[in-house]
């Protein structure tokens, strides 16, 4: 149950750094590769897909949650 | 100088490192390998070693004073933290890291409390070390149990399309730097956003003069809401520690 916590609480920040981290590994390549926008525009669309990325799966471990009963028939919290 | 940037001057002194502690009345100029945060360091782990290793009674039979204050922080990380994310038999193994990280952010955000110390959790160095120990942890504990393979295994996500994995194998490895990253920011920026927010209410009342004094009072405020913060800060790092730990360590859960 704390571990639940922690995935909501660690969302949130995790989406964030990751598109900044891969928007800055774009800008860097960009720079080594002399000017120019294509991979600081591919570093955003793929940090935007990471932290799809991370929702999806609280999502899928979420719902996993929800299909699993208990011993008296309810929904497992 | 005007009075914005005289406070704007000291609210950057207060929350950066350097290597002149002022203290009431004197400055201490620090050596060039030792700065006022690492200062906070040492002083933190040798309080941690005080209170660990000479007060905290462990042969007691039933803890009182303080080592019952502390036994209770103890068995919230094992019990709730370490166990809970690692299984009971290497969430034992693993107590004395999570108690570690624990106490000593908690010592760390707490002298950052005190007037004449500085928050050493306000520097992204200190928290990036932290940090960084969770990192070899994740890695090099994952290849301890599960060998090299099922660390690498740990990367493949289970029931995606097979051609979604040259894509999602490659972000679930940078996945795991960036989870290590984002708790360097965490606990970094909550620390010097609180300090930063305090000093600049106080700062109002140097500005505007009488005017600002009900600033006082929601300095005061922040001020008790940065001890709370101080526990939680502590609380999440450990505990978002010992889950990404425990997500390397054992991948199927």
Known sequence: MYSFYGTAISLGLNMAVGVVVFTLAGYWLDQKRGGGKAWTLCGIFLGLFYGAYEVWKVVRQLSKKAGRKDEEGRPAA | ?253
């Open chain 2, 1 to 253: 100088m005007d009075k914005t940037a005289a406070v704007n001057q000291y609210i950057m002194e207060e929350v950066q490192d350097s290597h002149e502690w002022v203290l009431p009345f004197i400055k201490v100029h620090l050596p060039d390998f030792l700065s006022v945060h690492g200062v906070m360091l040492i002083l933190c782990a040798s309080i941690l070693l005080l209170l660990f290793g000479v007060l905290y009674r462990k042969k007691d039979v039933v803890p009182h004073g303080l080592t019952n204050l502390l036994e209770v922080f103890v068995l919230f990380v094992r019990d709730q933290i370490s166990i809970a994310c690692l299984g009971d038999k290497d969430g034992r193994k693993m107590t004395p890291l999570f108690c570690s990280f624990f106490f000593f952010i908690l010592g760390l955000n707490l002298m950052g409390l005190i007037p004449i110390f500085r928050a050493a959790t306000g520097n992204v160095n200190v928290t990036a070390a932290l940090a960084l120990i969770t990192l070899g942890f994740m890695i090099f504990g994952s290849i301890y149990k599960n060998g090299f393979i099922g660390f690498v295994k740990a990367f493949v996500p289970h029931g995606v399309p097979w051609p979604l994995l040259f894509l999602l194998t490659p972000i679930e490895f940078i996945g795991m730097f960036i989870k290590a990253f984002a708790l360097t920011i965490r606990l970094f920026a909550n620390m010097l956003a609180g300090h930063i927010v305090i000093f600049a209410l106080l700062g109002l009342v140097v500005i505007f003069g009488w005017a600002a004094l009900p600033a006082m009072a929601l300095a005061m405020g922040v001020y008790f809401l940065e001890l709370f913060i101080a526990f939680l800060q502590a609380y999440i790092f450990t505990l978002l520690s010992a889950m990404f730990i425990g997500q390397m360590v054992h991948p199927e859960h």
